[in-house]
């Protein structure tokens, strides 16, 4: 650099570095601004050389003090703390959306505790008598399945009297002399006129368990590649443990497969849990050896390769400040009622590259004392060296985290959760590295004047030791000193710099804006894991995608709306929004059995002409039979919820049951949670709502987009506001945001490049991009801004 040695007085905004050395020139007047920037860099001076002096007289007792704040901080931690559930759905919605109060609702009223396990057979033509044959096998083995005291058809969920099992094969009632018996011809009448299920009385879709289907030339399916089979098992408490089991030997049936059938694919509800818990085991290894590099590098940069001078024991310092303000977090951020999420565990990362950031800048600066400076008493210099590096981490700190405290605005549980962490973390860093590392930062210098071995204090070297020449070589400073500034200081080197970014803007512009809005659950599982492979196989065979879901109704008056529960259905099957014959209404199947019924009982409490009850007492009475005694209405029995108050059947809420179409893409997402919401709302008002697992999905994909966005906007508001006070500089403060919005930019882009989407975890990433991008270049502006001289 071509200025002073920093002490100097700012030409530009009239910060004071260090106090000691001072300008002979007139200062410059000062803007309103710049005398703001002024006192507060002048207050945070003082202070910090203060705090340094104090420190670096008694290392030991602020070290102690430190941890004892620590300590009592984190006490509460163990009795605060809580952990999202997993699975936990509702962490990714937002906190007002109506979906959420439906899913409260549904779950009060109809707790599911199903559980289920699927295979995928795939051939080159699933619609023959070998392949029905083989699975018929496989059908046979699960259900002779044992775990303890239970069986299949102990832990199965009922429909009517069959266990349930959705598969072609339900078409020949799962009879293994029909089956076997079925000729080509036979297979194929039967795939192309079934509309109802023999089994369990429903009505039959069968292209929604046929993939890579073909069609003959009168339109018929005449043959189909894969073909899926689905058990429904209970999985309450009392059974839950042995349902799991259950499904464990399932999966193993299902990879051992048939020799008659070329694959077979398999999931059930633990898979997920199981391979992407194991992926997540697996990567420990990786995040033990990132914490060691880390380490190692912290040791090579702080200190020099020899005995004396090599600083081991301030890199663990320096750990030890980042898990102590985890410790922190964890703790303050429970206190305040936030759970730990699935993202937390980034945590570490985020605070150990700020907190190692932050070390560099209070070592350098203690480094950087003028040869005067360090001839001074060590409380000095240390007071000294933190006077100017505490306001330069305030400044990079201060950024972070109301970056951080803005996200924490977002209406997403999960990212509010980790940004209250993460904020919480970095004041606790920013404490810390003040206070305890600079009070090692002196214990470690004290060591070094006393020519105590680095690795083993006990050891003295004697007075003749002389570190080797080679340690004394500082690489990167030098390469930075003598080559990279000065060549990229040069006028066209400038230029092709200036050019290359712009192209790179332009290019990552172009990808951030074409970032796609889309999230699959498979992501989080390794690509060679069985659970990924029936993902695959799902979404190449079955990308219909096609959602079940259900309307339900609230208590109210069944027997008066007779009309609405008509209008409902009706509608529902017109839909656009609904898969086409999917939908499965009781209330429909009632009245239609009380039109048909021969049942003299029946017919003395219905109108003759309307057929319908003549009051509600025998509207629920009759209902209540309908789906205990009929066969046709058994199936319904877990769609309703009956009340008995007072020896007086009621419903307390109600299911019609119906299938979601496939959706392209986010938006159509959107579109269909919308349009079925209005649907249902414009016909039954407020009593009625539609609801699926696949609708949290959709209200989450809704907002995610808006709320990234605004949440970056915010923070790089925030960010300029904070350069621009702490700075004085509109033009400096305008290039750190600029850096900041170049970073956001050119990491979007190559996201969109890499195949990635905007999703919840990506969402998170951008936001630490911020946090982190932040730092360097606020680190850059606000050292420039302490040295007089030229530009260059």
Not at 47 to 60: H, N, Q, S, V
Not at 753 to 782: E, K, M, N, P, R
Request: hydrophobic share 40%; net charge neutral; glycine share 8%.
């Amino acid at each position: 650099m071509d200025g002073k040695k920093n002490g100097a007085i700012n030409s530009t905004n009239g910060h004071v570095s260090n106090g000691d050395i001072h300008s002979s020139k007139e200062e410059p007047k000062l803007s309103c601004l710049q005398k703001i920037s002024h006192k507060i860099i002048s207050v945070l001076e003082t202070a910090f050389y203060r705090l340094g002096r104090l420190i670096g007289t008694y290392p030991w007792r602020v070290m102690l003090i430190s941890t004892i704040v620590t300590g009592i901080i984190c006490i509460a931690a163990p009795f605060t703390f809580t952990e999202s559930a997993d699975g936990d759905d509702t962490l990714w919605v937002p906190v007002n959306a109506k979906v959420l109060d439906y899913k409260s609702w549904v779950e009060s009223v109809f707790p599911s505790t199903v559980r289920f396990g699927t295979m995928i057979f795939v051939s080159d033509n699933v619609l023959t008598p070998t392949v029905l044959s083989a699975m018929w096998t496989i059908y046979n083995s699960s259900i002779s399945l044992t775990t303890g005291t239970n069986n299949f058809s102990t832990l199965c969920i009922q429909s009517g009297s069959n266990c349930l099992v959705n598969s072609i094969l339900e078409l020949w009632s799962y009879d293994e002399t029909t089956i076997k018996a079925a000729s080509q011809a036979d297979i194929k009448t039967k795939i192309n006129t079934a509309t109802t299920s023999p089994m369990y009385f429903n009505s039959y879709d069968v292209t929604t368990v046929l993939g890579g289907k073909v069609y003959d030339g009168s339109g018929k399916i005449d043959s189909a590649t894969a073909t899926k089979m689905t058990w429904f098992i209970q999985g309450d408490d009392a059974v839950k443990d042995q349902a799991e089991a259950w499904e464990q030997q399932l999966i193993d049936l299902g990879q051992k497969g048939n020799s008659n059938i070329s694959t077979t694919y398999v999931f059930a509800i633990r898979s997920f849990s199981d391979e992407a818990g194991g992926a997540i085991r697996g990567d420990i290894a990786f995040l033990s050896a990132g914490y060691v590099i880390v380490i190692v590098y912290i040791t090579i940069m702080l200190g020099k390769f020899n005995c004396l001078e090599q600083r081991f024991g301030l890199a663990i310092a320096g750990v030890v400040v980042v898990g102590m303000s985890i410790g922190i977090c964890f703790s303050l951020a429970s206190l305040c009622g936030f759970e730990y999420g699935p993202l937390h565990s980034v945590l570490p990362f985020l605070l150990l590259g700020i907190g190692v950031d932050d070390m560099f800048v209070i070592v350098g600066a203690l480094k950087n004392l003028s040869d005067e400076q360090q001839k001074l008493p060590l409380n000095e210099r240390i007071g000294k060296a933190l006077r100017h590096s505490g306001a330069s981490i305030t400044v990079t700190s201060l950024t972070d985290i109301m970056a951080f405290f803005i996200g924490a605005t977002t209406l997403l549980p999960a990212l509010r959760s980790f940004c209250i962490f993460a904020a919480f973390g970095i004041i606790a860093l920013y404490g810390l590295s003040t206070t305890f590392f600079v009070s090692a930062m002196t214990v470690d210098v004290k060591r070094a004047a006393a020519r105590l071995n680095a690795c083993c204090c006990f050891y003295k070297h004697k007075p003749e030791y002389k570190p080797n020449n080679c340690s004394q070589k500082e690489y990167l400073p030098a390469f930075i000193l003598k080559f990279y500034a000065p060549n990229l200081l040069k006028f066209p080197v400038k230029i092709v710099v200036l050019v290359l970014t712009a192209g790179l803007f332009g290019l990552t512009i172009w990808g951030t804006v074409n970032l796609e809005q889309k999230f699959e659950e498979k992501w989080f599982l390794p690509s060679d894991s069985y659970a990924y492979d029936y993902l695959t196989a799902s979404d190449k065979y079955f990308s219909s995608g096609q959602e079940q879901a259900g309307v339900y109704c609230k208590n109210i008056d069944y027997f008066g709306k007779k009309t609405e529960m008509e209008s409902l259905y009706t509608q529902l099957t017109a839909s656009n929004y609904v898969v086409n014959g999917t939908v499965d209404s009781w209330f429909n199947s009632y009245t239609d059995w009380l039109s048909t019924t021969s049942d003299a009982s029946v017919i003395a409490q219905i109108d003759g002409t309307t057929k319908y009850p003549l009051d509600s007492t025998k509207f629920y009475d009759l209902l209540h039979q309908f789906v205990t005694t009929e066969s046709t209405g058994l199936r319904f029995s877990r769609n309703l919820k009956f009340s008995n108050t007072s020896s007086v059947l009621g419903l307390t809420g109600s299911k019609i049951s119906f299938y979601h179409p496939s959706v392209k893409d986010t938006v159509e997402g959107f579109n269909v949670l919308d349009g079925i919401q209005s649907l249902v709302a414009g016909v039954a008002g407020s009593d009625c709502f539609p609801y699926s697992q696949i609708h949290l999905t959709w209200e989450s994909n809704k907002v995610i987009r808006q709320e990234l966005y605004r949440n970056i906007a915010l923070a790089a508001v925030c960010v300029f506001i904070i350069c621009l006070v702490l700075i004085a500089n509109i033009w400096t403060s305008l290039m750190v945001f600029s850096c900041v919005a170049l970073t956001f930019v050119n990491v979007g882009g190559f996201m969109h490049f890499w195949g990635l989407t905007i999703d919840v975890v990506t969402c998170v990433q951008l936001i630490l991009a911020i946090g982190l991008a932040v730092d360097y270049s606020a680190h850059i502006g606000h050292c420039f801004m302490t040295f007089q001289g030229g530009r260059n």
